[in-house]
């Protein structure tokens, strides 16, 4: 790995240096006669968020999720500290924001997702106060599990779990650390006195009715109440006191102000806006690629993958997993001159989504873009398995760290 401070053309420039960015970089690599890579990412540090649900389950500490970027930065490729401003696509050119020019033979498009703290007025302020917490970030998800435990201590009260409109990374969070919480209040015996609701923008708990089943069944065992097409809109974190509108039904468009001791929060997501800004993007805003090929609709030598793409995947790391390597073949594949037709490597859509349904508990939701099971283990992971829990807590963030991020996908 190496740094540059003024750099100006690299035969592949990768904007963005977290899981997809890494990945792609370090199988690109790999490749005889692999190409000149640059990645571009400011970040000082890399995280494992999938574990921050644990972390706010009191089951480690944040810290086993942090690491330094640069011991990630595979061998051979040129790490830019600076985040991009803007695209030129047309010109083959990517803007710094301190002010440099990079161009570029290829462009794979990767910065994740923006999380969208100040869309919901009073959030911003109340985190880490008042019992309003949220594992979106690593310097609030150890308060959740200050908030569940302060919660279990007053033994009663009105715990609160939402889940915003549109996409957002890690389909399940909003409902595992709500489990993991309601396990919690079970063990210490205050579940029953502990109101849990959950409430959703969405319609359904999970869009996959094989795991959908499971789920409404460990609602039905934590005594959990559901409202669906309730929409988080203020946080008034003095009084303790969240508004929702609801988008559904009878009650549409009418608000309702509802107490709570605790209050987890998933913030509104969207693509950054340097991307949503951009000739890159759809109408949505997220980076316009193939849904199968991840080549960009209109620029031929652009791919995109990961939080910020297009496709109508669930946006999870187990994606990025299965995207990268289609990535790195088709940017070969392009590179050596062939057009990407029928044959070319393919992403169905795969996602993979660990749901914890309690301490020592979990169903392993994979699923491809028509919600069709693809299980990796040769039985049933729609129920809830001992096994997977482990597999969530110990196996995959060791096969994230050394396997994953080193290009062994």
């Not at 911003?124 to 979106?136: A, H, I, P």
């Not at 949503?276 to 949505?284: G, I, M, R």
């Not at 044959?343 to 301490?359: R, W």
Request: charged residues 20%; negative net charge.
């Amino acid at each position: 790995m190496s740094e540059s401070a003024n750099p100006s053309h690299f035969e592949v420039v990768i904007v963005g240096g977290g899981s997809a960015g890494l990945t792609v970089a370090s199988l690109l690599l790999q490749r005889e006669n692999a190409p000149d890579v640059a990645i571009i990412d400011p970040a000082e540090k890399h995280y494992y968020q999938p574990l921050w649900t644990l972390v706010g389950g009191g089951v480690m500490p944040r810290e086993e999720t942090e690491r330094e970027e640069a011991d990630y930065i595979p061998e051979g490729a040129t790490w830019i500290r600076d985040a991009v401003a803007s695209f030129d696509p047309d010109n083959n050119r990517v803007k710094t924001a301190s002010g440099d020019a990079i161009s570029y033979n290829y462009l794979v498009v990767c910065p994740g997702i923006q999380i969208n703290w100040d869309a919901i007025p009073g959030l911003k302020e109340s985190l880490g106060t008042n019992g309003v917490c949220s594992n979106y970030s690593y310097d609030h998800c150890e308060y959740t599990w200050e908030a569940i435990q302060e919660t279990a201590r007053k033994g009663s009260g009105r715990a609160l779990f939402t889940q915003p409109a549109g996409a957002f990374k890690c389909g399940g969070a909003p409902q595992k650390i709500m489990y993991l919480a309601s396990d919690h209040f079970r063990r210490t015996g205050k579940l029953a006195n502990v109101d849990v609701q959950f409430f959703s923008a969405g319609g359904v708990i999970f869009g996959v009715t094989k795991f959908a089943k499971t789920l409404n069944k460990v609602i039905e065992r934590y005594g959990i109440t559901t409202n669906f097409t309730n929409e988080l809109i203020e946080v008034r974190g003095d009084k303790q006191e969240a508004v929702f509108r609801v988008n559904g039904g009878d009650d549409a468009g009418a608000e309702r102000v509802e107490r709570f001791d605790m209050l987890h929060v998933t913030p509104p997501q969207s693509a950054p806006d340097f991307v949503a800004s951009s000739k890159l993007a759809n109408e949505a805003g997220w980076v316009d690629v193939h849904p199968n090929t991840l080549q960009h609709t209109r620029y031929a030598n652009v791919f995109g993958l990961g939080d910020a793409g297009s496709t109508p995947n669930a946006k999870t790391g187990a994606a990025i997993r299965k995207q990268a390597p289609v990535v790195a073949d088709n940017l070969m594949a392009v590179r050596s001159g062939r057009a990407l037709g029928p044959e070319a490597e393919k992403y169905t859509g795969y996602a993979s989504c660990p749901l914890v349904t309690g301490y020592g508990r979990l169903v392993l939701a994979e699923f491809d873009y028509n919600n069709d099971p693809m299980p990796s283990f040769p039985f049933d992971t729609s129920q809830e398995r001992y096994s997977m829990y482990v597999l969530k807590k110990d196996m995959l963030p060791q096969l994230y760290w050394h396997g994953m991020l080193r290009g062994r996908a």
